[in-house]
């Protein structure tokens, strides 16, 4: 298909939303669903010129997913009404991988839990520390962020990411952070800071089930690894 002609200009059948309908959405490239959310390009440029300059500026879907206005508001042609729309297509989809708890509560393994965050964390650009914490049945009671940032000790300290738990009355918590560059491979770092806060929750009487670094699409378990 030609992406520098207007859709009204393409044949019914191959435009995308009418296309989308036809035949569902998953048949659609990232390109045809990005124009069907921007609806319209302007006077000069075709929707689907706008949707290539956005993949152009923010080298993927990622990097669309993880800007803000202002971001999207330095290409020309993408106003606050385009913005707008995109911004909350992305939004809603975080949402959903959100609610994911309210639907599988019990973790059972390291796929369990990352199955909760995958979605969300994999599009972050800087790396986000996260606590799952749970009951007595593995059952998910809540989970907070710790910390943004380069993981290190001192960006996060026991005392912090436990008074949170302790609060909670939770008995067992799961340690989770991203790796921005899609590579989950634990850092020196990744190490030593798992050690230090599964030695202060021995002291509490609180387990770290597992320390999970999420990439893009892919995880690792640093207790499968044995690496803690």
Do not use: W
């Amino acid at each position: 298909m030609t992406y520098n002609v207007m859709i009204k200009d393409l044949p019914v059948e191959e435009r995308p939303r009418e296309r989308l309908l036809r035949q569902g959405p998953e048949f659609l490239s990232n390109r045809e669903l990005l124009a069907i959310l921007l609806k319209t390009g302007t006077k000069h440029k075709s929707v689907f010129t706008l949707v290539d300059q956005l993949i152009a500026h923010f080298g993927s879907l990622r990097g669309i997913a993880c800007a803000n206005y202002e971001e999207m508001a330095v290409i020309k042609g993408i106003g606050p009404a385009k913005a707008a729309q995109v911004l909350a297509a992305f939004e809603l989809a975080k949402r959903l991988s959100n609610s994911y708890l309210q639907v599988q509560e019990i973790i059972n393994s390291p796929a369990d839990a990352a199955a909760v965050v995958m979605d969300e964390m994999r599009l972050l650009d800087r790396e986000h520390f996260m606590i799952l914490m749970l009951n007595t049945k593995h059952r998910v009671i809540t989970r907070k962020i710790v910390s943004i940032g380069h993981l290190s000790a001192s960006l996060v300290h026991p005392r912090e990411l436990f008074k949170d738990v302790i609060k909670r009355s939770s008995a067992a918590v799961i340690l989770i952070h991203n790796h921005p560059s899609g590579d989950p491979t634990p850092s020196d770092d990744d190490i030593r800071v798992t050690k230090r806060i599964c030695e202060a929750g021995r002291l509490l009487g609180i387990t770290v089930l597992d320390h999970l670094v999420i990439g893009d699409q892919c995880f690792i378990s640093l207790r499968e690894k044995g690496l803690m």
